[in-house]
Nanobody, 116 residues
Framework: QVQVVESGGGLVQPGGSLRLSCAASSSVINIAKMGWYRQAPGNQRELVATITNTGRWNYADRVKGRFTISRDYDKSTVYLQMNSLKPEDTAVYYC??????????WGQGTQVTVSS
């Protein structure tokens, strides 16, 4: 079992910034990919951004240019820097870790609310 723990959510005004963090309880060499997904009330969970263990990243079109995903390879930790936040970014943000042997693991989620 791999534990995935997110932190850093909160309430921010439109145009503001937040930084989310996610740590996986596994050796970094066994985590092939980590990523962020989000789910707003009444909507399906959707991709935000992912990054592989070789540094290849992928972003959803609606966050390109505003969000940046990065990874600390020494700590199996991934970050999501979110700038120019919009009310439509309001959602529960989930971190996902893909272990090369054990499969996919999700965190419990962290709430991000963008509101004035």
């Amino acid at each position: 079992q791999v534990q995935v723990v997110e932190s850093g959510g909160g309430l921010v005004q439109p145009g503001g910034s937040l930084r989310l963090s996610c740590a996986a309880s596994s050796s970094v060499i066994n985590i092939a990919k980590m990523g962020w997904y989000r789910q707003a009330p009444g909507n399906q969970r959707e991709l935000v951004a992912t990054i592989t263990n070789t540094g290849r990243w992928n972003y959803a079109d609606r966050v390109k240019g505003r969000f940046t995903i990065s990874r600390d390879y020494d700590k199996s930790t991934v970050y999501l820097q979110m700038n120019s936040l919009k009310p439509e970014d309001t959602a529960v943000y989930y971190c996902k870790a893909d272990h090369i042997f054990r499969g996919t693991f999700w965190g419990q989620g962290t709430q991000v609310t963008v509101s004035s």
